[in-house]
């Protein structure tokens, strides 16, 4: 597949104070944001701060009804959806769920073979070379997460939205999708995620949206991740340390304080 250039100062997607809502509820407000080519971003905020509804803007699936979304001519865009959402019961092998979402959409058994080659090969470079045959259902966490991440590439896009990629996957796991997606990066890919984890996720990523209906601070995680942009988003108090340049989050939690159980 042939994609169109793209210089590296013209944004994949900008959106400019955008603003959306679900009925009366307001969810985004006035929100700006770039993509630019190659940009590693992480959307970080609470629990229905608006980061899978930002996704959905930058996907396209949603409309902002106020400000704009404007995308690159030809830009090519996959999403690995949230995988609490999907349905895993869908009688379906890993090879075939690959299959399905690779850019011609000719029926699975006549899928030719440069492109059962191509779904080979992105198995085997995600470490799943082995699992083709399996039945989605009997995928572990991980093993779910990196299938989804082969369904997004073999569309080969310019940019990559994943909705909490590391949600309720172990730390190991949780290492692995981070090396890979930060290979993918070097690589020239563009990725969005969401996260809430700020240890484990946000603070390695290089580049950092922090998001409470609207666009509470943005720049690498050492500005991002600190005390006051902290409590605005989260609306907790927190403090930050340095460890290794990176900055870690300690939950306070003065005011709760957990007795050990009387034997
Ligand atoms: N289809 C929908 N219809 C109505 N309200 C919705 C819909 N989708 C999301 N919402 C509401 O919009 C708000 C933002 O949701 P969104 O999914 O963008 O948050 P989030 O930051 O991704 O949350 P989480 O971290 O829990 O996934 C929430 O209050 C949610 O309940």
């Known amino acids: 597949m042939t994609q169109s250039p793209i210089s590296a100062t013209t944004p994949l997607v900008d959106v400019s104070h955008a603003s959306f809502g679900y009925g009366h509820h307001a969810v985004l407000s006035d929100v700006s944001y770039a993509v630019m080519p190659g940009q590693f971003t992480g959307i970080v905020g609470p629990s229905g701060s608006g980061k899978t509804t930002l996704l959905k803007l930058l996907l396209g699936t949603e409309k902002p009804q106020r400000g704009s979304v404007t995308r690159a001519a030809g830009v090519s865009v996959s999403y ?14 890993v090879n075939d769920c690959v ?36 039945h989605i259902r009997e995928l572990s966490g991980g093993q779910q997460q990196r299938m989804f ?6 569309r080969r896009p310019q940019m990559l939205l994943l909705d909490e990629p590391t949600s309720g996957v ?9 090396h890979l997606l930060d290979d993918l990066n070097r690589e020239g890919l563009a990725i969005v995620l969401t996260t809430h984890d700020l240890n484990g996720m946000a603070a390695h990523l290089p580049h950092l949206l922090a998001l409470r209906t609207r666009v509470i601070a943005s720049g690498p995680p050492s500005e991002v991740i600190v005390p006051a942009v902290v409590e605005e988003v989260f609306g907790a108090r927190m403090e930050i340390l340095q460890h290794l340049g990176i900055p870690v989050v300690v939950d306070s939690m003065d005011d709760v304080t957990m007795k050990p159980a009387a034997s």
């Open 170 to 178: 172990d730390v190991q796991t949780r290492h692995e999708v981070l």
């Open 80 to 93: 690995v959806p949230q995988l609490e959402t999907v349905n895993w019961n869908f009688p379906v092998t």
């Open 149 to 154: 991440l082969a369904r997004a590439l073999v």
């Open 99 to 134: 299959l399905m979402s690779r850019p011609a959409r000719r029926p699975i058994p006549r899928a030719s073979k440069a492109e059962r080659a191509e779904v080979a090969d992105v198995l085997e470079r995600l470490g799943i070379a082995d699992l083709g045959a399996r």
